[in-house]
């Protein structure tokens, strides 16, 4: 007798009923019969521990779909079980033979419960002959336009074996308005957040075509990153139709380092309640970025008297330190400059820069915030020129003097005299405020 098929235990069940037979009927007619009844349990053994199918219980439902965001039939459930790890994709083809892609191939592991993925119409970006030829946008995800689809999904097995499961899906009342963005500019395309009063900002405009419910704007270069870029809300809600105004100082203003140095990408990408997707971008390159930060260095100021007589000058000296990487923008008066007490340096013929690092001198009674005010160094000593303006390098330090003649006898005697360094129309730290005060009392000759 021959066995086909064997599993654990099957040899000696079928030694038993040979031998049962040749015992009942030594003619040997039953040991025939009880093989062809072996030869056909073998068979359907065969049968039953063979390959399952690749695909199984496939199905998208429901057939008709109306993908606009209202609530109802918005997206069909597509489900399978899949026997076998394998590359699995779905696409859809319309009438005139063109096909897109909801999934493009993507490996999928076994599992004893069915895969489900909804489908809510939308695909993979492409463009119709209607479109504008010179769209300022690219599609990313698009929705299917109204009409009969036949639907494709394919697996291929790691064992080789391929299987295709198609079917019908009809698409009607979809939302084809896309998201699309206009007007998407970057002025000026290059800029230095530093807070030195010069191309510290960009403004970013774009045009929205429709509502939507996302829209961002933001910076990417080489490493990947994505620098978010908050709206400055004017006009248009956020996410509503219409112009939308975004303004980008580095990240400065909320006291953070600004990206390094170099050509970066702006991204602007819109999304409506369907999930079309559309994206635009520019290009944006960063020079001299960085967080400004700088002190009197050890908080010191070496004073040149705590007594004087009136129409004698106080003078001081001392150093100031530039912590950060970015270069430090200042104005004169330049240093060794002497004021009368009765002086600022308006009068002097100077005015506030916003941006601008100075050292100034204070005093109790003065009738304006720290009226005597010096540059942070000297040019072509300490500082540098770039495009017609004075800066402090990074990690530099310089060495700043100067003086106050006092010709009137203040209303308060003694008093304190000290020090700052102002950025001005941008703050004056707390360390960097009144700096090593020195108690003068002033005589009348």
């Not at 040899?11 to 062809?36: C, H, L, Y």
């Not at 600004?258 to 971008?281: C, I, L, M």
């Not at 100075?358 to 000593?381: E, H, K, Q």
């Amino acid at each position: 007798m021959i066995v086909w098929y064997t599993f654990p235990g099957m040899e000696q069940k079928t030694t038993m009923i040979q031998s049962t037979t040749t015992k009942r009927d030594p003619k040997g007619r039953w040991p025939v019969a009880v093989g062809a009844l072996l030869l056909g349990l073998a068979m359907t053994l065969m049968v039953a521990c063979g390959p399952k199918p690749l695909l199984e219980r496939v199905s998208v439902e429901p057939s008709e779909i109306s993908p606009n965001a209202d609530g109802v039939d918005d997206v069909a459930r597509i489900t399978f079980n899949l026997n076998e790890n394998a590359t699995v994709g779905f696409s859809l083809t319309d009438a005139e033979g063109r096909e897109f892609i909801f999934r493009p191939p993507t490996p999928v592991s076994v599992n004893r419960d069915p895969y489900a993925v909804y489908f809510s119409g939308v695909v993979e970006g492409y463009r119709l002959p209607s479109d504008d030829n010179d769209l300022p946008y690219t599609i990313r995800k698009r929705v299917l336009q109204d009409g009969i689809y036949t639907w494709s999904l394919q697996a291929i097995g790691e064992s080789g074996r391929e299987s295709t499961v198609t079917g019908t899906l009809t698409i009607h009342d979809a939302d084809t308005e896309l998201p699309g963005i206009r007007g998407f500019s970057v002025s000026p395309d290059k800029f230095s957040p530093n807070q030195d009063g010069i191309d510290d900002r960009v403004t970013i405009n774009l045009v929205l075509e429709k509502d939507v419910e996302e829209l961002r704007v933001y910076l990417k270069g080489q490493t990947g990153i994505e620098h978010p870029i908050a709206e400055d809300e004017r006009l248009t809600r956020r996410n509503q139709a219409g112009w939308h105004t975004y303004d980008y100082d580095g990240g400065i203003d909320a006291g953070g380092e600004p990206p390094p140095d170099g050509t970066y990408t702006v991204f602007a990408e819109a999304r409506d309640a369907v999930g079309q997707h559309t994206v635009t971008s520019n290009t944006l390159t960063l020079v001299d970025a960085g967080l400004p930060r700088a002190y009197i260095l050890n908080g010191e100021v070496e004073y040149s008297a705590t007594t004087l007589v009136l129409s004698d000058t106080l003078c001081f000296t001392l150093t100031i330190e530039n912590d950060s990487d970015t270069h430090l923008r200042t104005t004169g008066p330049w240093p060794g400059t002497e004021y009368r007490s009765d002086q600022n340096f308006n009068t002097l013929g100077w005015s506030e820069e916003s941006g601008a690092f100075r050292v100034a001198m204070d005093f109790d009674t003065s009738l304006r915030n720290y009226p005597f005010r010096w540059a942070i160094g000297t040019p072509g000593v300490d500082l540098i020129e770039i495009d017609g303006n004075y800066y402090l390098p990074p990690r530099a330090r310089s060495r700043v003097t100067g003086c106050v003649q006092v010709v009137q006898v203040p209303v308060r005697n003694p008093l304190y005299y000290w020090m700052g360094l102002i950025h001005e129309d941008v703050q004056i730290a707390n360390v960097n405020n009144r700096v090593d005060p020195n108690f003068v009392t002033i005589w009348e000759p």
